[in-house]
């Protein structure tokens, strides 16, 4: 059980009922204070707004088990007991300070919401604070590819989705599909040179080939001969050499803002000039560079905090692996041919938005794949799967549930 914090509360004679003693919904009202006063005097009390979620009570259970009055002091000890991905149960127990007698004991399950109200993972600062998880976490399993150790997450069961990230960003993209997607069983690396996976020093350890193979040593790893591949951007990239090298490895394909198009020279030259500001200013400096062209409006306006969690994905970069990457990003060649082999179901998908691989381009990558479904995400930029994680999960679900 992880403290939360004790806090004394003294019972003020209106909330007593006709019989003086402190009553039942006004018993529930102190255990809001002491849950925000444990805020105040630890990480703050906008520490959920300045994430941009709410903590929503869920269900309360609570054994009154002695009488209070008005004038007692009680001591509200308040620890975690249980942590999911978006849901956190706390435990109270409130005793008497003068005998120590316990006046209620009570457990409440609350569930991250949003600001429109849809369940959300437990953000990184707020998960920091409720420290480990006691229950369900979702440790990265440790998989060897070739010179490196990759972190990959790992859940549920039935059809295997392979989640494949972009750049600069890490698996935690996909947060919301790994987090909701409970049909399907969710693999999501991180590239090498990222997050928790190791990081070749030299430029030489990455190559479009040391990427595709990579996530073929996953699929080996967690015993999987075939699985639907769902690639962000980058993460399509490597898909399409996947395709090339391991074809049989592929049972269907989701494609997300993504194109098969190369660089132009013009897109070149952007990721020379960027590569020298990773080696001169580190990834920060990168992920500023990149941010302005990254999200939508309305996610810019309406949502901060992911903003915030791209700037931590981009943090869990290595300079290393920032520089193997743009090199490959450049020397990637034309894919179109590519796609015009697929013949496994495939959905595209875009947001709306997209500066960088935009809906035209996405409807004309669609037309080149037999049968391949093409869905435009409203309201989202390059990071559909981020910026609009519910309408992105249901058109994923969709997809899945339709693959025999
Ligand atoms: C990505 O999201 O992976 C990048 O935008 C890919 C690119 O820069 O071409």
Not at 75 to 91: D, I, K, Q
Not at 266 to 279: D, I, P
Not at 292 to 314: D, F, K, N, S, Y
């Amino acid at each position: 059980m992880t403290p939360f914090g004790t806090i004394e509360l003294t019972v003020y004679p209106y909330e007593c009922d006709a019989f003086g003693h402190l009553n039942q919904a006004a018993l529930l009202t102190l255990l809001e204070r002491a849950r925000w006063d444990a805020l105040a005097r630890g990480p703050g009390m906008d520490l959920f707004d300045r994430n941009g979620v709410w903590p929503a009570v869920r269900k309360a259970t609570i054994e009154y088990r002695a009488a209070a009055f008005a004038r007692d002091v009680l001591r509200v000890e308040t620890t975690l007991v249980g942590r999911g991905t978006t849901s956190m149960t706390l435990r109270h127990v409130v005793r008497r300070v003068s005998d120590d007698a316990v006046v209620a004991d009570a457990e409440m399950v609350f569930v991250c919401i949003d600001r429109v109200g849809r369940a959300t993972p437990i953000p990184d600062e707020i998960a920091r604070f409720l420290g480990p998880r006691a229950s369900g976490g979702h440790e990265p399993i440790r998989v060897p590819a070739g010179d490196v150790e990759l972190a990959v997450d790992v859940r549920g069961e039935g059809l295997p989705v392979l989640f494949v990230h972009g750049f600069p960003f890490d698996r935690t993209v996909w947060r919301h599909q790994l987090a909701t997607l409970s049909r399907v069983r969710r693999i999501a690396p991180d590239f090498r040179g990222v997050g928790d996976s190791g990081a070749p020093p030299g430029a030489d350890g990455y190559s479009l080939t040391r990427y595709a193979d990579d996530l073929v040593a996953v699929l080996e790893a967690v015993g999987v001969r075939q699985a639907v591949l769902c690639g962000l951007s980058m993460g399509g990239y490597v898909i399409f050499e996947l395709l090339r090298r391991h074809p049989e490895r592929v049972k269907g394909l989701i494609l997300a803002d993504t194109k098969p198009e190369p660089d132009s020279t013009e897109a070149k030259r952007g990721r020379e000039e960027l590569t020298q500001v990773a080696q001169r200013d580190g990834q920060d400096a990168v992920i500023e560079r990149l941010l302005p062209r990254l999200l939508a409006a309305a996610t810019q306006a309406t949502q901060p905090e992911v903003a915030g969690q791209v700037r931590e994905m981009a943090h869990r970069w290595s300079v290393p692996g920032l520089v193997g990457a743009l090199r490959t990003l450049r020397d990637r060649p034309d894919s179109t041919d590519t796609l015009r082999d697929v013949r496994v179901p495939t959905l595209v998908l875009v947001g709306s938005e997209d500066q960088i691989a935009p809906p035209d381009t996405a409807r004309a990558m669609a037309q080149l794949i037999p049968g391949a479904q093409c869905h435009v995400v409203p309201a989202a930029g390059h990071l559909a799967p981020l910026e609009q994680p519910l309408a992105t999960s249901r058109v994923v679900a969709d997809f899945l549930r339709a693959i025999p």
